[in-house]
């Protein structure tokens, strides 16, 4: 991955206006912002938003890398939006990429694979309940890849707290 975005590509993400949620995450989430290092990137939830700071983009723009903002609040009153942004070393880098018209997350799984928990499955639906726990305790993990959709507007690193939710 290179620190620039090439600014040709364009990718539009579209969210149903069925989904739940507020309103303007669901505008927000219509949109085809490009990532882009140094600037923000605001990831929409049901009436929350998430602060993250863009620290790596690839040359086709598919792939970025990012870290959760530390967002401080400034406010005194429940009900404020007034926070500040801080850079957290500490926090996790997370990869985000544009994967079959969507933004995805990548996320890892320790588990049983699935051919095993087929069977694990089988023996829960014999009633085997001992024989499936010492097969599923002896079975070896992996580690498998998601890919989580997640509706995200570039650009921009906002923090909102629905505190009547």
Known sequence: MQ???NMNNTFNQTDSINNKGSLINRIMGN???????????????YTDRTPYEVLEVSDDSKQ????RYKAISKGSEMGHQDWEYVSDENACQELIVWRNNFWKKVN??????????????????????????????????????EYQKVNVFWGVAEKYYDWEF
């Open 108 to 145: 890892h799984n320790i588990c049983i694979s699935k051919e095993n928990y087929k069977i694990y499955e089988a023996m829960i639906n014999e009633n085997k309940y001992a024989e499936a726990r010492e097969f599923y305790d002896s079975c070896p993990l992996v580690c498998q890849k």
């Open 3 to 5: 620190n620039d975005t």
């Open 64 to 67: 970025v890398v990012v870290r």
């Open 31 to 45: 949109n085809n912002t490009m990532p882009e290092v140094g600037k923000g990137m605001t990831m929409m939830h």
